[in-house]
């Protein structure tokens, strides 16, 4: 299914700018290499298989698990490259099926998010963005679900463990949770993004300009994220794969458990930097802010859509705040990943266009 949306929206991008190139056209720039990229997704939707064949393989134990453009990459591939990689769960192996509460005990927060990458694409330079196309997301065949002592929304009403694992097998769509409650799955990568510019070993809990943690459970299969890209090379990293997550990520963690994720790596040129991520599907356009607090996040959010509707579809900054304000919508993606939390703002495609 993913692949079809991505030879659609491809396709589109030929006559209207779909996908990629909406973003690219609009606002008078190109893709390193997108042209062709795009006639090869259009030419995909005449009957070709349903996902990119992946070109490299990146395995469970290929991971760091902090930022820093000091980390060498594992990997080295061009625009335009797609790449398989194993996500590892959240914990990197310190729960298992048969864990308990009290396993909770003896977590470490040091090995917590283990990250597959980093990625060195060629061509991507500081003012780029680096556009990351989510093809095929594949579940793993377990999960968990986890109330940590002092981590969460409201750790202070809750300070004791709780966990819950579950078993998966291929085609599974939902869950039990209890009887007479399913869970619907849909997994993604919690965390995703590119090194920032320091030597420093930043932790992967809080989101940042780079991406990091942004547990927004919108990054889906099919999602195409835009991040900026701060230093040569990029260096793309993506973990803490997610099977099922409310937004907001209240109680600290999803169902969290390993992935098979296809994705490909386009570099965009001609923009300049962007304060956060972006993402779109084919139906919404959206944008992210961090802060830590929701008043702070919320409004560096609006302000992105904002700048994005300005330089995009060629309004005014008045006229594009009340565009923001008629027609988008603000969420809160997650309220846990302190010192930051994010929130997203989206746009339907049927109000603005491809």
Excluded at 35 to 49: C, I, K, Q, R, V
Excluded at 104 to 114: C, E, K, Q, V
Excluded at 325 to 343: C, F, R, T, W
């Amino acid at each position: 299914m993913a692949a079809e949306r991505a030879s659609a929206r491809a396709r589109d991008s030929l006559s209207a700018g779909g996908a990629l190139l909406s973003l690219v056209l609009a606002l008078g720039c190109a893709p390193d290499g997108g042209t062709e990229s795009a006639a090869a997704g259009a030419g995909a939707e005449e009957g070709a298989s349903p996902t990119p064949e992946p070109q490299h393989t990146l395995t469970a134990d290929q991971t760091h698990n902090r930022w820093s453009r000091t980390i060498p990459p594992i990997l080295t591939v061009a625009s335009g490259a797609v790449i398989e990689a194993y996500l590892e769960e959240a914990s990197d192996g310190q729960l298992t099926p048969e864990s308990t509460f009290e396993d909770l005990a003896r977590l470490s927060f040091d090995p917590i998010h283990p990250l597959t990458g980093p990625v060195y694409v060629e061509g991507a330079e500081p003012g780029d963005l680096l556009a990351v196309t989510l093809h095929e997301i594949e579940l793993g065949d377990w999960g968990w679900v986890a109330n940590v002592p002092g981590f969460g929304f409201l750790a202070d009403l809750f300070p004791d463990p709780y966990l819950k694992t579950f078993e998966f097998e291929p085609g599974d769509t939902s869950v039990e949770f209890a009887p007479g409650i399913r869970i619907p799955l849909r997994p993604f990568p919690g965390v995703m993004g590119v090194a920032p510019d320091t030597d420093s070993m930043l932790v992967t809990i809080p989101p940042r300009q780079n991406g990091g943690n942004m547990d927004d459970r919108d990054l889906v299969e099919g999602t195409t994220v835009y991040f900026p890209v701060l230093v040569e090379g990029a260096l793309f990293s993506m973990g803490d794969p997610h099977i099922a997550q409310g937004d907001g990520e209240v109680g600290g963690t999803a169902i969290e458990g390993p992935l098979r994720v296809v994705y490909e790596l386009e570099v965009v040129k001609g923009i300049g930097p962007i304060p956060s991520p972006h993402y779109e599907t084919d139906e919404f356009y959206a944008v992210t802010g961090f802060a830590p607090t929701i008043d702070e996040a919320a409004r560096n959010a609006v302000e992105a859509m904002i700048d994005y509707l300005v330089r995009s579809r060629d309004l005014s900054r008045q006229e594009a705040y009340q565009l923001a304000s008629m027609a988008g919508d603000l969420k809160i993606s997650e309220v846990v990943d302190v010192p930051n939390m994010l929130v997203a703002m989206r746009i339907s495609k049927n109000v603005i266009g491809n």
